[in-house]
């Protein structure tokens, strides 16, 4: 079994980050980055800066939701400049129903990863993988 340089396996290493990134993004950042920085298994940070990716990439996506409102009260002022008994929303609150659904999506998703980095295993997320194979490549 591949331990760590702390002497702890690599597999648990890499289910630590995905488990921490689903709770906390700061926790599972440091220990991302200690694996960037001292380990020297490729498995594990690819598994890292895997984890960093697939949260970030949520945080994009709900950040894009939170924008549906701020659009929404952009239009009403130009709506209102001519008619002022209009007033646009977002209906029944869609845009809380979509950060919730992400937020599910999000946590299902690192805990399956964090399951399968425990068998030393991985899921393709093809959006991250593919900014991986571009700037982890040993080729220059």
Known sequence: MLKTKLGISI?????????????????????????LIAEENEWVKRQAARMIGVVLLFGLLSIAIGWIDEIIGMLNIVVRWFNDEVYLKVP?????????????AKDVFLLVMGIM??????????????????FMSSEQ
């Open 11 to 35: 597999a648990l290493v890499g289910a630590a980050m995905y488990f921490l990134g689903m709770f906390s993004f700061i926790p599972a950042v440091l220990l991302a980055g200690y694996v």
């Open 92 to 104: 029944g609150n869609l845009t809380g129903l979509l950060q919730y659904i992400i937020s599910i």
């Open 117 to 134: 980095a425990l068998g030393m295993k991985s899921i393709k997320f093809p959006l991250v993988d593919k900014q991986l194979d571009k």
